[in-house]
DNA sequence: GTGGTCTAGACCACC
DNA sequence: GTGGTCTAGACCACG
């Protein structure tokens, strides 16, 4: 994973969306240990109280729990995991037609454009 | 139009993206008149200056033109204005690829997800 | 408004508390205008990255709210408002019975205890 | 008894405040036999360094002995037996007071509430 | 002026 | 080692 600083988009919120698509492609799973604030800084290359700010988000979130002074785990709770993969989704359709509505671009030409650029999987 | 000032996207460009959606959809015309910054400002309820950084910033793009003390009028360039719906599309298209990527949805549900939640163009 | 920086209770925790306070109290106001972050920064000699903190934390529980780069003000609604000082009592309840249940105290001593100490208000 | 990793509360200040509580309340009493650091870690799941931590602030304040290698026992010392249940009210009532002083609320509230609230003592 | 984010580095207590 | 908090100071863009 990589951190872009100049995007207008947090460095913190990078990070959490970073954890959400892992966790919605199971490629993290739950009560799985997450790295430590500074491994993770270290790895990206942030400052810890960054990384900080990200997991602490997340454990608002109920995305990750963390006891007493051990790393932070992935939630077990299925529900919330489940929400994830549908959350991320809803959100990237959503801020899509905010953004197309108002053009009037017809439907057709919308799907077409997507089938086009879209490599998220060939078939 | 209303202007949201707790997004993170900031005001001026929301009102730039407002003026290239009217001309995209051609609810704007080549030559015609827009409000003056004072105008706008009280409509929008926003600060003059951001008005005035938002019209700068459209002219300096060549979208609009200010003669001496008159309203600021539409281009007349074809080529600027026909540029614009489909920066807008492409934009949006290329976030959305850029959201949806990395959580591996399938075309079909992606394609299928749209079709129902657009309703840009009934058809 | 003074802040303990060797209590075990964290400093932006202590702010926040202090301002729950001033609302219950009504010595706050909806709609009133609190301190910039940097302004409660020097009133109370603590960094702006904690005043910032408190900040953004009473903005989550919709104590206060920012519109743009304006002052944050305290909110107007007034069920959020309401229910501050229940809020407050409630905790300091709860957790003094918490303390206080399992010694096997009686009631009418617990109560002649808190009459003898209690001086929020004569009567 | 149980124990709460994620409390503000360090683990080995809960232990230590258990003990007391059994202490005034007669549950534990002088020149008895308590667990040995090892089983106490067992029953709480506790690491044993923090049972350990526990045992050894006890043993500094008073309030268990140990002799060569037989297990630690509640100390006989009646005038520190007799002062844990004061110590323990008093800090109860001090936080409250403390907690409750600034919001302005009547004596006969704070009363009235207490005695709804509390069942240390059915009467 | 405002809010927001980030880096850098320190300190603490707990386990 | 861990998480948590705080200071110090900087930078940015917005209004």
């Known amino acids: 994973m990589n951190v872009n600083l100049n995007k207008r988009e947090p ?5 959490i969306r970073h954890f959400k698509e ?11 240990e997450i790295p430590s604030r500074r491994e993770l800084a270290n790895q990206l290359k942030i400052n810890p109280n960054t990384a900080q700010r990200a997991y602490k988000e997340m454990e608002e979130q109920g995305l990750i729990y963390t006891e007493g002074n051990s790393p932070s785990k992935i939630t ?3 529900k919330i995991l ?4 549908e959350e991320l989704i809803g959100q990237a359709i959503d801020s899509f037609i905010a953004a197309i509505g108002p053009i009037d671009v017809p439907l057709d030409e919308v799907v077409g454009l997507i089938r086009e650029k879209y490599r998220g999987d060939k078939e």
């Open 76 to 78: 077990k709770d299925e």
């Open 11 to 15: 460095v913190y919120v990078q990070v």
């Open 82 to 85: 489940g929400a994830v993969r």
């Open 22 to 32: 892992q966790i919605a492609t199971r490629n993290l799973n739950p009560g799985q």
